[in-house]
């Protein structure tokens, strides 16, 4: 069974202040997928990474895959109130399309 | 991506009772699965909805409770049957083609009194 951990599960910070959120496993992913979701809503994508050592960027959000596809971070620059939500990784293996989820991050953004 | 609806958006429902939830899709989608959230917590799978067979259960989700049907490629319904207060959740279905990304419905918010 693939585990992944996901830290912090709580953070609370002022507008303005930089974090990162991060995803750990001992299983290798064939990709993995960052999720937001608000209170109310379904968890909407951000991003997907698929190559070891790949970065995204959107906006002020920047995604890592470990190079060994077994980790990935979410760091997050001056965060707004806007950011506030449930952050969530999902690792895909292999030919397993089925995703396992990280157990979320809730953030919120203080004004 | 694709465009996900879900029927109902919210139920109060009394113990010993059932309710089927419908998700819609708006574009053929290989794979369809089913998803509950508990209060505070992370996804956890219930099925994977195969069109024109039985769905595929993870371990400790029966089809007795949780009868899942897909008659075709845009359409899937989840039944919680004989509900009690414990089965108080999001239930989200999502939708992938094959290896691709996940995406997901808006929730039904299910509150079991």
């Known amino acids: 069974t693939q585990l992944l951990e996901q830290s912090p599960q709580f953070l609370s910070i002022q507008e303005g202040e930089n974090l990162t959120v991060y995803c750990n496993s001992s299983?290798?992913?064939?990709?993995l997928q960052w999720y937001r979701q608000e209170p109310g809503e379904g968890p909407v994508l951000l991003v997907t990474v698929v190559t070891g050592g790949e970065v995204k960027k959107l906006k002020r959000l920047t995604f890592q895959f470990g190079d060994a596809r077994k980790d990935s971070s979410l760091h997050i620059t001056a965060a707004q109130p806007g950011d506030t939500g449930l952050y969530l990784c999902a690792g895909a293996g292999g030919s397993n399309y089925k995703l396992t989820f990280g157990k979320g991050t809730l953030l919120t953004v203080n004004p | 991506s694709a465009v996900i609806s879900q029927k109902p958006s919210r139920d109060i429902c009394q113990r010993g009772t059932s309710l089927t939830i419908q998700c819609q899709v708006d574009s053929q989608v290989t794979m369809m699965f089913w998803y509950r959230q508990q209060p505070g917590q992370s996804l956890t799978l219930i099925a994977t909805?195969?069109?024109?067979?039985?769905?595929?259960?993870e371990s400790g989700f029966v089809i007795d409770k949780f009868p899942i049907s897909r008659p075709n490629l845009t359409f899937s319904t989840l039944t919680v049957s004989n509900m009690s207060p414990e089965d108080s959740s999001i239930y989200l279905c999502s939708v992938a083609n094959l290896f691709e990304t996940q995406y997901f419905g808006p929730g039904t918010r299910l509150l079991v009194l």
């Open positions: 299983s290798v992913f064939s990709s």
């Open positions: 909805a195969n069109q024109g067979s039985e769905a595929t259960y």
